[in-house]
C-alpha cells in the first residue's frame, strides 16, 4: 500500500462529473496532523505535466477548511472524466509535497461499483486440490468479491459451496457454475451463473453418475442421450452456414452449449484458445479465429490459467486485433485454478475480472460483463498488465492503487475467519457476524455515485 494511505485518508475517493462533491481529508496519527500552514492543489493529471507548462492551466490552488476534527475539506465540481491529484505542500516538512487522487466517472458509471472476482476455477471434486468451501474462502482472503466453483463436468460442487455459505454471514458472492467438456468437442467452455447444468443434460455425465442435484430450478430442460444431443447437433450444423476448413459438429456444439447457458440464465465463456496441450494449443487457429468473429459466446477468457506469454499473451493481442477490426466482445480474467493456495502455486492469483456492476449479485454481474463493463487483469507480475478498454482500464489502474488495499485489508480478515468457520471453528462464525457490513460501508464511504 502506497505510504500515502497510510498516512491520510481521502473520501469520497471515486464521484460522478458535474456533482458538487465535499471532499473530506483525514490525518491518520499526529506526526501528520495539519498545522492550517499547508497549501492544497488539484491536478487534472490528464493534461499533462504541471511543473514544465503552466500555461495548461491544468491546476488550480484550493480554498479548503481546517475542521475543529483536524480534517480538511473542499467541495468541488469535477469538469472531466479520469483521476484528479490532491497535491499538499507542506512547508517546513521533511517531505514537502504529497499527492493523494481522487477519480471522476462519467454519468453512464452513475451506481456501477467495483467488484473483483474469478469466473473460472476448481475444486477437488475435479482436478483441484481443495474443497469447494475452502477454495471460495482462500479467495476472499486474497481480496475477491465473488467467485465461482466451476469444475469440470460437475455443476453440483458450486451448489455444495452455496449451500454451505448461505447461513454464514459474509459479503463474499457465491456463484453456481461448472466448465462443460460434451462428447466429440474439446472447446472449454465455462457456465458462470447458470441455473441448470450443461453438463447435466446428458444422461452419461459425471455429473449426473455422482449428484441427482444438477439445477437450482424446479423444471430443467430433460436429460438427452448422446445420441440425442448429437442429432440436435448435427441438426443445428446444418442451419449455420459453417464454411470449409471449419470443424463443423465442434463449431455447432459449441454453438449448442451457449444457446443452452443462455436459456439457463447464465454467462458462457469461451475459455483459453491459446492454452497449449500436449505442446499444441487446444484449438485450432481457424475455429478460434471462426468462433471469436461470429461471437456465439458472452465472453472471452482474455486472461487466466497459466504464466506462459503464449497463452495470456496471444489472447490479449487477438483481443486488440479484432477491435481494430471492429469485432467487439466482453472480456474476463479468471485463474483457472487448481490449487487455491497462493503460497504453493505461482498460477493461484495469475488473473482476475474488475466488473463494474450495480451489485455484487450473480445477475447484476452478468449484466455488467455483456454490456463490457470489464476489465482483466493479469497479475503473473508484480507491475500489473490490464486489458480492456482504456478508459475502464485507466479507471481500474486508479483502483489498484488507491481502493483495492483498503478493501483488500477487510478481506483478508473475513476470508481468515470464513475457512475457519467451515473448517470446525465454532466461534468463526461469532466474529464473522461481528464484523458483517464493513464492505457495504467500505463502498458507501469511498464510492459517491
Given at each position: 500500500?502506497?505510504?500515502?494511505?497510510?498516512?491520510?485518508?481521502?473520501?469520497?475517493?471515486?464521484?460522478?462529473?458535474?456533482?458538487?462533491?465535499?471532499?473530506?481529508?483525514?490525518?491518520?496519527?499526529?506526526?501528520?496532523?495539519?498545522?492550517?500552514?499547508?497549501?492544497?492543489?488539484?491536478?487534472?493529471?490528464?493534461?499533462?505535466?504541471?511543473?514544465?507548462?503552466?500555461?495548461?492551466?491544468?491546476?488550480?490552488?484550493?480554498?479548503?477548511?481546517?475542521?475543529?476534527?483536524?480534517?480538511?475539506?473542499?467541495?468541488?465540481?469535477?469538469?472531466?472524466?479520469?483521476?484528479?491529484?490532491?497535491?499538499?505542500?507542506?512547508?517546513?516538512?521533511?517531505?514537502?509535497?504529497?499527492?493523494?487522487?481522487v477519480y471522476a466517472l462519467a454519468e453512464d458509471m452513475r451506481g456501477r461499483y467495483p467488484f473483483r472476482g474469478d469466473l473460472h476455477m476448481h475444486s477437488c471434486y475435479s482436478d483441484g486440490q481443495q474443497s469447494p468451501a475452502v477454495v471460495v474462502a482462500n479467495y476472499r482472503r486474497y481480496g475477491y468479491d465473488f467467485t465461482v466453483i466451476s469444475d469440470h463436468e460437475r455443476y453440483y460442487p458450486s451448489l455444495e459451496a452455496q449451500d454451505i455459505y448461505r447461513d454464514i454471514p459474509t459479503e463474499m458472492t457465491v456463484v453456481a457454475g461448472e466448465e462443460i467438456h460434451l462428447p466429440d468437442n474439446d472447446v472449454h467452455i465455462v457456465n458462470f451463473g447458470g441455473q441448470y447444468s450443461i453438463n447435466g443434460l446428458l444422461d452419461s455425465s459425471?455429473?449426473?453418475?455422482?449428484?441427482?442435484?444438477?439445477?437450482?430450478?424446479?423444471?430443467?430442460?430433460?436429460?438427452?442421450?448422446?445420441?440425442?444431443?448429437?442429432?440436435?447437433?448435427?441438426?443445428?450444423?446444418?442451419?449455420?452456414?459453417?464454411?470449409?476448413?471449419?470443424?463443423?459438429?465442434?463449431?455447432?456444439?459449441?454453438?449448442?452449449?451457449?444457446?443452452?447457458?443462455?436459456?439457463?440464465?447464465?454467462?458462457?465463456?469461451?475459455?483459453?484458445?491459446?492454452?497449449?496441450?500436449?505442446?499444441?494449443?487446444?484449438?485450432?487457429?481457424?475455429?478460434?479465429?471462426?468462433?471469436?468473429?461470429?461471437?456465439?459466446?458472452?465472453?472471452?477468457?482474455?486472461?487466466?490459467?497459466?504464466?506462459?506469454?503464449?497463452?495470456?499473451?496471444?489472447?490479449?493481442?487477438?483481443?486488440?486485433?479484432?477491435?481494430?477490426?471492429?469485432?467487439?466482445?466482453?472480456?474476463?480474467?479468471?485463474?483457472?485454478?487448481?490449487?487455491?493456495?497462493?503460497?504453493?502455486?505461482?498460477?493461484?492469483?495469475?488473473?482476475?475480472?474488475?466488473?463494474?456492476?450495480?451489485?455484487?449479485?450473480?445477475?447484476?454481474?452478468?449484466?455488467?460483463?455483456?454490456?463490457?463493463?470489464?476489465?482483466?487483469?493479469?497479475?503473473?507480475?508484480?507491475?500489473?498488465?490490464?486489458?480492456?478498454?482504456?478508459?475502464?482500464?485507466?479507471?481500474?489502474?486508479?483502483?489498484?492503487?488507491?481502493?483495492?488495499?483498503?478493501?483488500?485489508?477487510?478481506?483478508?480478515?473475513?476470508?481468515?475467519?470464513?475457512?475457519?468457520?467451515?473448517?470446525?471453528?465454532?466461534?468463526?462464525?461469532?466474529?464473522?457476524?461481528?464484523?458483517?457490513?464493513?464492505?457495504?460501508?467500505?463502498?458507501?464511504?469511498?464510492?459517491?455515485?
Amino acid at each position: 500500500m502506497k505510504t500515502e494511505l497510510h498516512n491520510y485518508d481521502i473520501y469520497p475517493k471515486v464521484v460522478l462529473l458535474g456533482d458538487a462533491v465535499t471532499i473530506t481529508i483525514r490525518p491518520l496519527g499526529d506526526h501528520v496532523a495539519f498545522t492550517g500552514e499547508e497549501e492544497f492543489i488539484l491536478i487534472s493529471i490528464a493534461h499533462g505535466a504541471v511543473s514544465a507548462y503552466p500555461e495548461r492551466g491544468n491546476y488550480r490552488k484550493l480554498a479548503v477548511s481546517l475542521g475543529d476534527d483536524g480534517c480538511v475539506r473542499f467541495t468541488h465540481v469535477f469538469p472531466e472524466e479520469g483521476e484528479y491529484l490532491i497535491r499538499m505542500l507542506l512547508p517546513g516538512r521533511r517531505n514537502r509535497r504529497i499527492d493523494l487522487s481522487v477519480y471522476a466517472l462519467a454519468e453512464d458509471m452513475r451506481g456501477r461499483y467495483p467488484f473483483r472476482g474469478d469466473l473460472h476455477m476448481h475444486s477437488c471434486y475435479s482436478d483441484g486440490q481443495q474443497s469447494p468451501a475452502v477454495v471460495v474462502a482462500n479467495y476472499r482472503r486474497y481480496g475477491y468479491d465473488f467467485t465461482v466453483i466451476s469444475d469440470h463436468e460437475r455443476y453440483y460442487p458450486s451448489l455444495e459451496a452455496q449451500d454451505i455459505y448461505r447461513d454464514i454471514p459474509t459479503e463474499m458472492t457465491v456463484v453456481a457454475g461448472e466448465e462443460i467438456h460434451l462428447p466429440d468437442n474439446d472447446v472449454h467452455i465455462v457456465n458462470f451463473g447458470g441455473q441448470y447444468s450443461i453438463n447435466g443434460l446428458l444422461d452419461s455425465s459425471a455429473q449426473n453418475r455422482e449428484s441427482n442435484r444438477r439445477a437450482v430450478i424446479a423444471d430443467p430442460p430433460p436429460l438427452l442421450s448422446e445420441d440425442e444431443y448429437r442429432r440436435q447437433v448435427n441438426e443445428l450444423a446444418r442451419t449455420l452456414n459453417i464454411p470449409e476448413g471449419i470443424e463443423a459438429f465442434t463449431y455447432a456444439s459449441c454453438v449448442w452449449i451457449f444457446d443452452h447457458i443462455r436459456q439457463a440464465g447464465g454467462l458462457g465463456i469461451f475459455a483459453h484458445p491459446y492454452w497449449k496441450s500436449d505442446g499444441s494449443y487446444q484449438v485450432p487457429e481457424s475455429l478460434t479465429a471462426y468462433i471469436l468473429e461470429t461471437r456465439p459466446f458472452d465472453a472471452f477468457e482474455v486472461l487466466g490459467g497459466e504464466l506462459y506469454q503464449q497463452q495470456n499473451g496471444f489472447q490479449a493481442i487477438r483481443y486488440y486485433e479484432d477491435r481494430a477490426r471492429g469485432i467487439h466482445y466482453p472480456i474476463i480474467g479468471a485463474t483457472d485454478s487448481h490449487n487455491s493456495i497462493a503460497e504453493d502455486n505461482p498460477g493461484a492469483l495469475v488473473a482476475s475480472t474488475f466488473v463494474f456492476a450495480t451489485a455484487n449479485e450473480t445477475d447484476a454481474l452478468i449484466a455488467a460483463i455483456r454490456d463490457e463493463y470489464s476489465v482483466a487483469v493479469d497479475t503473473i507480475s508484480r507491475e500489473y498488465r490490464l486489458v480492456g478498454d482504456l478508459r475502464l482500464v485507466k479507471y481500474t489502474r486508479f483502483l489498484l492503487d488507491d481502493f483495492t488495499p483498503l478493501h483488500d485489508e477487510l478481506c483478508y480478515e473475513e476470508g481468515r475467519l470464513m475457512k475457519a468457520c467451515v473448517t470446525g471453528d465454532a466461534a468463526a462464525r461469532g466474529q464473522l457476524a461481528q464484523i458483517h457490513g464493513r464492505m457495504k460501508a467500505l463502498y458507501a464511504k469511498y464510492f459517491q455515485l
